[in-house]
């Protein structure tokens, strides 16, 4: 299992787990809240078809990377991003987030420039700002995260099954879009996270993006289901593409926010057709 040291806490380090398949233009995924790279298998296999090469990894915390006390910020992510680009010395790179992987996407973006990004995907994304604030009156209460919060210090497994309801918008969508199996298989794999930065990325989901966008210089691509529970479109997504004037913004009628999963086909398709697009019918 190939491992990359993104820093150290006491006398261990912090490794970050990572899949590296395929050859040609390189495709980082970057996963959503509270999972980790088993839930890009229906991108891998399509993007490994059309020749790309996948790299996808687990976020600290998550997945089979290591799970620190600390480090559950967007600089933080950012950096582990940056440490794995520069291992690995990728290039015309396209970053594909999901939900809360969209931070790492802007943020790294905005930090440590474009060099080698070629362009970003966006797939339910967080961005702009989640929070309600005087100068954010579009946002949401803090009540809600902090609620979220309590949920997870008094049962972590029980909030795991309300997130993964609202993920999939589950009740609607049993038996159609998601499977039972799908659904314990993303619970599992949520249940194998750390506590500690299943508790604290909450924080980091109220991190003020706006700042960030102007310096997001590639072409982006937003996808993002319009009755998404989980990250509210009318908040998120909707708000977020005129902020991005190189951007361009596919709304999918009734999805959930689990749309890696859910609407696959439809996320493959506009992320190969993004893709190939030639650079200058993009500008």
Request: with cysteine.
């Amino acid at each position: 299992m190939p491992f990359i040291t993104v820093g150290a806490e006491n006398s261990a380090p912090i490794d970050l787990y990572y899949e590296d398949h395929g050859a040609g233009q390189p495709v980082v995924l970057i996963h959503g809240f509270p999972f980790n790279t088993a839930t890009w298998e229906k991108q891998v296999g399509a993007l490994l078809a059309a020749g790309y090469r996948t790299i996808a990894y687990d976020r600290r915390g998550f997945g089979n990377s290591s799970q620190p006390a600390a480090g559950y910020d967007y600089d933080t992510f950012a950096a582990d991003l940056d440490v794995l680009m520069t291992e690995l010395d990728l290039r015309d790179a396209v970053l594909v987030g999901h939900s809360m992987g969209t931070g790492e996407v802007v943020r790294y973006i905005s930090t440590y420039g474009s060099s080698r990004v070629n362009r970003a995907v966006l797939l339910s994304p967080l961005e702009p700002f989640l929070l309600k604030t005087s100068d954010n009156p579009e946002g949401v209460d803090r009540s809600l995260f902090d609620g979220f919060q309590q949920a997870i210090i008094a049962d972590r497994f029980a909030y795991l099954t309300t997130f993964c309801d609202a993920f999939f918008n589950y009740q609607d969508n049993k038996g159609k879009m998601v499977s039972e199996e799908a659904y314990r298989a993303h619970w599992n794999i949520g249940a194998r996270a750390s506590g500690i930065g299943t508790l604290q990325s909450v924080d980091a989901w109220l991190t003020d993006f706006r700042a960030d966008l102007p310096r997001i210089d590639v072409p982006t691509l937003i996808v993002q289901g319009d009755q998404d529970k989980v990250l509210p479109f009318a908040v998120t997504g909707q708000r977020l593409q005129p902020m991005l004037p190189n951007s361009r913004l596919i709304t999918l009628q009734g999805a959930p926010h689990g749309i890696p999963w859910t609407h696959a086909d439809d996320v493959n398709r506009a992320i190969l057709e993004f893709a190939a697009t030639p650079a200058t019918a993009r500008a």
